[in-house]
Every structure is written in structure tokens, then in C-alpha cells.
């Protein structure tokens, strides 16, 4: 399980995202920024999370720890039924 390294401080977060307001931009292929590391939080319901580097599947839920997207990591995401979710951004501390 990936975890964030040292240093890092949360910056910004998206809103609750649920399968009528998922941005389309999150369902297609996309990337973090270089130093900027992601953290999916599931609220409710179960989300599909798809990374190509390498390519491996994860079903992630409320009971499962965060997801920890790297910087420039490829992924995309794609709700499965109804979910609830957002993202938690991080970088080095200025």
C-alpha cells in the first residue's frame, strides 16, 4: 500500500463527487501534476480506479484506505452504481 512521504501538507480539495456530478475529465485517462500527490477518499459506494503505470485494477470502497495517486501518475476513475467520493491534493511544503 502506497503511503504519502514526509513533508507533504494538504492544499486543496475537490467537492463530493457521486455518479450525476462526476467530472467526464476524471473517467478519461489524466494525470496529476509533477509534486502534486492525490488522495482519493470514498465516502460511499464503490469506485473503479485504473492506473497504467503499471496497469492494475482496484475496486476501492469506504472500507478501503485511501488511494494514494503519485505525481504524473496515469489513471482514471469510473463510479460503480452510486458512489460518493473526493480528492484530497498534497505538496511539499513551501
Known sequence: MKQLPNGLVAYKRTPVFDQDNLPA?????????PGVWGVI?????????????PQRE????????PMIVEPCERHK???IGNVRF????????D
Open 58 to 65: 482496484q475496486l476501492l470502497g469506504p472500507e478501503s484506505p
Open 25 to 33: 475529465g476524471l473517467e478519461k485517462e489524466h494525470r496529476t501534476k
Open 77 to 79: 476513475v469510473a463510479p
Open 41 to 53: 477518499h470514498i465516502l460511499e459506494g464503490r469506485l473503479a480506479y485504473t492506473s497504467y503505470s
Open 86 to 93: 473526493y480528492v484530497e491534493f498534497h505538496r511539499r511544503k
